[in-house]
Structures are given as C-alpha cells and as structure tokens.
C-alpha cells in the first residue's frame, strides 16, 4: 500500500475509531479532571471517604483504567497481571508475516490515559526540547504534513521477554516467550525531526515522556520515561508512528503517538508520546537507573547480588527466533515430511542463517531463511523435519545473526531483573 493510500485508509479508521469511542465516552466522561484531590480528580467528584483508603488502594472506579476491559479482543493472549496489564501470546497464534492487533502482547507501566480510552487526539501536541536549537511544538497535523511518511514492519519485544526461564528466579512479569510481535507501523523518522529542530554537538541522549497514568494516580509521577543514545535515534529505522497495521494505533498501544525504535528493549518506544527531550547525558528518568533494563557490566554466577553502580543499560537485543507452526505437542506422521515453520530477528539487524535440530541439538539442519522486508522485520523461516520412528521428538530452533553469533541452549548470562533470554525455543512432536 502507497503512503497515499495509507493515508486515506487511517482517515477512514480514525473516523470509524471516533464514532466506535463515542459509545464509551458517555460511561467514561465522569473521570474527566477537575483539579480535584488526585484520585478525585480522576473521577471527577469529590470522595467523601478518601483519608480512609487504606495507602496502595485504588477507587475500584478506576480500574477500567487499566484496560482490562479491552481485553475481550486479545482472544489467546495470557494476561499475565492486571495492574498494570501485561499479556502475551502463545508462540503458535504468532504465525503472521504482520502481527494483527488482536495478537499483539501488551506491555503497560501505568494506567490508560483517558485520551487514548476516548481516541480523543484533538489538541495533541508532541515537544521536542533541550539540546537542540530550535524547539519544537508539533500537532499531529504537523507532523503528517512537514515529513516524509513511512511505513515499516518492524518487532517490538519487551526486554523481559523470557524471564519465567532464568534460575534463580528474576523479579517482575513472568514473561514466556510471548512479549514480542511484528506489526507494521507508519510515521515519520524521528531523524527527520530532529534534524528540524537542530541537535547541537551536545545532545548525548533522548528522554521520551508520554501522558499515562502512574498506578498512584499522582499526576505528579512519571510512569516510565526511558530514551537512547542520540545515534541510535538518529538512525532511519526509528519512527514516531501514529499508525499501526494500516489503522490508528490502539487505546493499549499508545493512541495516538508512539516511538518505535527496532533493536532496542521495546520499553524505549514510548507509548502516549507527548515530548523528546534531548539530554546532555544519559538520560535518568523513570525506570532508567537501578536495575530498571540493565545488565551487569560483567559476567556473574545465577544469583549474584549485584550492586547498582555495576549495571549498564540494555541496549541492543540478542539474536532470537520462534516456533510458531506447528504448536507444541502436536502429532504427526512418522517417516512423512512435516513443515515447521516460524520467526527469526536479532536486535542488530538481519538474521544471517537458521537451523532446526530434531536429535536434542546432536545435529543441525539448515532452514530456508526468507530476507526480511525492511531492517528489523521478522524473517520468515521454514524447514522439513522427516522423524524417523514412532515416539516423542523436540524441534529445536536456532537463529544466527550477521556477526556469527547464535541463540544458546539455556538462558544465556543471568542478571538481577531477568533480561535478554534467547534461548532456543524448543516444541514436542509426537511422531505416530
């Protein structure tokens, strides 16, 4: 599809999206702000009662906020926490070339904000401050307007993908291997815009800021505020989108704007994206420090308290790839050809080679690895696995980026927060 007719497509989505959001507005108007106490504020009224909510208690009101309610359309997902909502997708519902929106994961820090709950961009303003020599005040309109449109097929994987694996456990979501998708997004580059406002020799990094809810309902907290280094966002492949699969993007993917820069942890690409603002140093803000997406800056043994002062930001992801036909535990025919197919990425561009093992990695057999569409799509692979007797068999996977390097075994070097696991993704096949 044309830039062209992508944009007449969004228009026609986006007037669709406004009547679809007029039906909620009505139940959800009574959480509009007034300058009330916060939670009251949220709501909207006065709460007659609130010096008696016990402290980490929230109106039960507001709990649509969480977009629990949007929920009905991810049909397989596997919500994983409800405040804030997390979910992922079985490896087998993750089959498309392009990942549709009902089986994307979703990866929330804080609360909705009401204006993606109502699809409400009117007024909506991106800021592009700090080491540059222009500011930038920027409405929607203005960026489809001043910039050149793309549109990119590119993955977005959360950082933690893969942490339920790692022993000694690592704190937060139990990812699988679901927090990852490959949907196609359609923006501006954000070099393009940056070039704009002219970054001076001094920008060392980006700050994104977005307008979600943190889960305190303090107005006054950042629910997540992470950036990049100033190459990384000066790189072709970052975008701002407001678009993802051809249509507004969603109320639980950042209605209206996001980032999406490909490589990197998809906690960089923020949602709800109000400002970038460009820092002299490494950027420091919500879930930036501590063991927010770092790793240790050397090797440690599984369960090593590390200090604070010895992790370094995550950056690149790894080489990784999926089984996404058949679904585990499937049966088949022995001594007949049998199709498996799936996914391969790497966090430094394309994948350079893929094998399939069926003997517990004693062997390795090369896949037909498909070039990717664009830098940091998903590639297609496939392979035909013949087993050769009846009983149980695994399929291992492996993927190989550009530089040699190749998914390990087992979870790869332990760290605190359980980031970055590319182990090979393994199914049963019963063979009969």
């Not at 009662?49 to 997902?77: H, I, R, S, Y």
């Not at 303003?125 to 960026?143: N, R, S």
């Not at 696995?385 to 399929?395: K, N, R």
């Amino acid at each position: 599809m044309s830039d062209d007719q992508s944009e007449i497509h969004v228009s026609e989505t986006v007037e669709a999206a406004s009547q679809e959001a007029e039906v909620s507005k009505g139940r959800r108007k009574f959480l509009r702000t007034t300058g009330l106490s916060a939670f009251g504020a949220m709501l909207g009224m006065t709460i007659p009662f609130e010096k008696n909510l016990p402290d980490g208690l929230v109106p039960v009101a507001l709990a649509q906020d969480t977009g629990q309610d949007m929920m009905a359309d991810k049909n397989g997902l596997i919500v994983l926490n409800d405040r804030p909502l997390n979910a992922e997708t079985p490896a087998h519902l993750l089959d498309d070339d392009i990942t549709p929106y009902e089986r994307l994961f979703v990866r929330l820090n804080g609360l909705v904000p009401q204006t993606a709950l109502d699809a409400d961009a009117e007024g909506w303003t991106l800021t592009i401050d700090g080491e540059v020599d222009q500011p930038l005040t920027l409405t929607i309109a203005d960026l489809k307007s001043k910039y050149e449109h793309v549109t990119r097929r590119m993955v977005l994987e959360c950082g933690g993908n893969g942490r339920a694996f790692f022993n000694p456990g690592a704190s937060g979501n139990q990812w699988g291997l679901g927090a990852v998708g490959c949907p196609e997004w359609t923006g501006v580059r954000l070099a393009d815009v940056l070039k704009d406002a002219g970054v001076r020799d001094t920008a060392v990094y980006t700050a994104h800021y977005g307008n979600d809810v943190h889960l305190s309902g303090d107005e006054e907290k950042d629910t997540i505020s992470r950036g990049v280094p100033i190459e990384k966002a000066m790189e072709d492949d970052a975008i701002i989108a407001w678009a993802m699969n051809g249509q507004p993007i969603p109320a639980l993917h950042g209605f209206p704007l996001r980032l999406v820069i490909p490589g990197y942890p998809g906690s960089v690409c923020q949602k709800y994206l109000t400002r970038i603002w460009i820092r002299d140093q490494q950027h420091d803000g919500a879930k930036m420090t501590g063991y927010s997406y770092r790793l240790p800056a050397y090797p440690v043994a599984p369960g090593t308290e590390v200090p604070e002062s010895d992790m370094v930001v995550m950056t690149e992801m790894p080489v990784k790839s999926l089984i996404t036909f058949p679904e585990t535990g499937a049966e088949v025919t022995a001594g007949e050809a049998t199709e498996v197919r799936g996914h391969a990425w790497a966090g430094n561009g394309d994948v350079a080679a893929m094998h399939v093992s069926t003997d517990f990695g004693q062997t390795w057999q090369e896949a037909t690895l498909e070039p990717a569409v664009n830098r940091f799509a998903w590639q297609r692979w496939r392979a035909n696995v013949t087993l050769p007797q009846s009983g149980y068999y695994e399929v291992w996977a492996r993927a190989t980026d550009k530089n040699g390097v190749s998914q390990p075994v087992t979870t790869p070097g332990w760290n605190p927060r359980g980031y970055g696991n590319n182990m090979q993704h393994r199914i049963a096949l019963i063979a009969a």
